[in-house]
């Protein structure tokens, strides 16, 4: 029965080390004892030279110290190779354990890289989570509010409350964080110093608790209710005031943006939009020369005639207040914007 083949095992440069080392100090060992054996030798052939012994002798005594000073020599030669492969061995397992260890860092910092990566865009998903927070906030806090968060320094606005309540949390949610911020502007004392963590829950509830002792003051009439108010920068929402030319059909009159009631008799003028519109709508007044503001002027004179010839009784009430009426768009666009900031939180 045919023996199998065995299969050869690949030998690492450590385990042909130790190999080269065992077989090193068998030479070595070999060496010491070759080393007595030759000094034998030499002895014998002195002493049979010295002594003028016979030729066949002297010819034994050559023959045996050439023979072992010729092992010496081989062992010696072995040794020095053994030497040569054992320098070699260690210079190759030195080269692949740097190697090795080069690959070890660098792999790590490559790993170290993508844990970096993953955990910044947890770190930047938690900001945008902030930042929609304080982007609430901000549209929660009224001006009046604002304006009590810390009365005694000075007047806050929506914003500065906001953004001292987010400094102090970062702050709080991370005490080895070191911020140099200023944290209260609106005060005459405020500077740029180390932000000191503070719990904005805790925060919110003293100054709700400080919102609801000035709400029981107002309601006490211990205090007037026109707060001081300092309002952050926002967008305009006052309607525009453009003005568009009408064709007056009949005299009208509406309450004009300063409260006072106007009379519209001239039979042509440039008005408010919203007014023109509402004079549109109840056809008191035409966008261009109609057939009906023709007829109505026909035989009229000159404007300042028809102005004379009409007083209030004659003047429809086309029961429309622009000053109201600024005051509620503005409000819409105010509400309108709010909506679309908090969408966007």
């Known amino acids: 029965m045919a023996k199998a083949k065995s299969i050869p095992t690949s030998t690492t440069p450590e385990t042909e080390l130790t190999g080269l080392i065992t077989t090193r100090t068998n030479l070595q060992a070999r060496q010491s004892a070759l080393a007595t054996e ?13 002594e003028d012994g016979d030729t066949a002798a002297i010819a034994e005594a050559e023959r045996a110290c050439r023979e072992i000073e010729g092992t010496a020599y081989g062992v010696t030669d072995a040794l020095t190779e053994i030497e040569r492969r054992i320098a070699e061995t260690e210079a190759r397992i030195e080269v692949a354990r740097v190697d090795a260890e080069r690959e070890h860092v660098a792999g790590g910092l490559e790993q170290n890289a993508s844990e ?13 989570a902030v930042a929609k927070a304080r982007s609430m906030l901000v549209i929660t806090i009224s001006g009046a509010a604002a304006g009590q968060f810390d009365p005694a320094c000075g007047t ?13 949390g970062l702050i709080h949610a991370m005490p080895g964080l070191e911020v140099h911020a200023e944290v209260n502007p609106w005060s005459m004392y405020g500077m740029r110093q180390p932000v000191e963590g503070t719990d904005p829950a805790a925060t919110a509830s003293a100054f709700g608790q400080r919102l609801r002792e000035v709400a029981d003051q107002i309601r006490k009439q211990e205090i007037g209710q026109e707060l001081p108010v300092h309002y952050d920068a926002l967008p305009d929402f006052t309607p525009a005031g453009d003005e568009v030319q009408v064709f007056v059909i009949s005299p009208f009159q509406y309450i004009g943006a300063d409260r006072v009631p106007t009379m519209v008799t001239s039979p042509s003028t ?3 939009r919203p007014v023109a519109e509402r004079a549109i709508e109840l056809s008191v007044a035409s966008d261009h020369q109609s057939r009906e503001w023709q007829a109505a002027h026909q ?3 000159s404007h300042d005639a028809v102005r004379g010839r009409f007083g209030w009784e ?3 009430d086309i029961e429309f207040d622009l000053a109201a009426w600024r005051r509620a768009e503005t409000e819409r666009q105010r509400s309108a914007w709010l909506t679309d900031q908090r969408q966007v939180a």
């Open 38 to 50: 030759v000094e034998q030798a030499v002895a014998t052939r002195r002493r049979l030279l010295i």
């Open 116 to 128: 970096i990566e993953a955990a910044a865009a947890n770190l930047a998903k938690s900001l945008a």
């Open 156 to 168: 806050a606005s929506p914003v500065n409350v906001a953004n001292a309540l987010v400094l102090q």
């Open 270 to 272: 440039n008005l408010p």
């Open 299 to 301: 035989d009229a004179g």
């Open 314 to 316: 004659d003047c429809v």
